[in-house]
């Protein structure tokens, strides 16, 4: 089975602060994604790293994707209470044609204005 | 075009009744997910189905739940004689291929 560990679980910052949050596994994955969630919401797919090492940015946010594909950060520059919500990291892999998506447990993340 | 539909959004079943619980995925998509996710809990897989086949149950209870998803109409989740333990959001994804998955905004399911 393969696990996704998300940390930190919770995280309250002020407004115009910066923030990592991590993911990270003992498998390797063949590709991996952050999703946000709001409340009473389905999750909301952000970006997709599939290259060990790869960098992707999405305005103030930055996502990496580890060397050896096992982990992975979100860095959110400057944070505003529109970025508040749940994190999710979810890996693709297993063996054979079809590849399970695992999610994390999330990091809950809130800005105060 | 429209996204992942579900519905009914909230549920409330007395135990020992049956839920059903439906999902429409995106026009053209042929692969269906559902997941479970409890409060402070992430997304717990459940199935994984094409059209009129179960490619992977293996989240799925051995007992009371089934899934469905024919060749004609929505996705089906079912749970039969529901326990309070079963009260959840459950939410399904929908995708045209095995890597983008679309979200609905889930049922919440409340055992009375």
Redesign the interface.
Known sequence: TQLLEQSPQFLSIQEGENLTVYCNSSSVFSSLQWYRQEPGEGPVLLVTVVTGGEVKKLKRLTFQFGDARKDSSLHITAAQPGDTGLYLCAGRGGSGGYQKVTFGIGTKLQVIP | NAG?MQNPRHLVRRRGQEARLRCSPMKGHSHV?W?RQLP??????MV?LQKENI??ESGMPKERFSAEFPKEGPSILRIQQVVRGDSAAY?C?SSDS?????????TQLSVL
Request: no cysteine; charged share 25%.
């Open positions: 992942v997910y997941y402070e809990e992430g997304l717990k897989f994984y490619i992977d939410f994804a095995v890597e983008k998955l679309f979200f609905g905004s889930g």
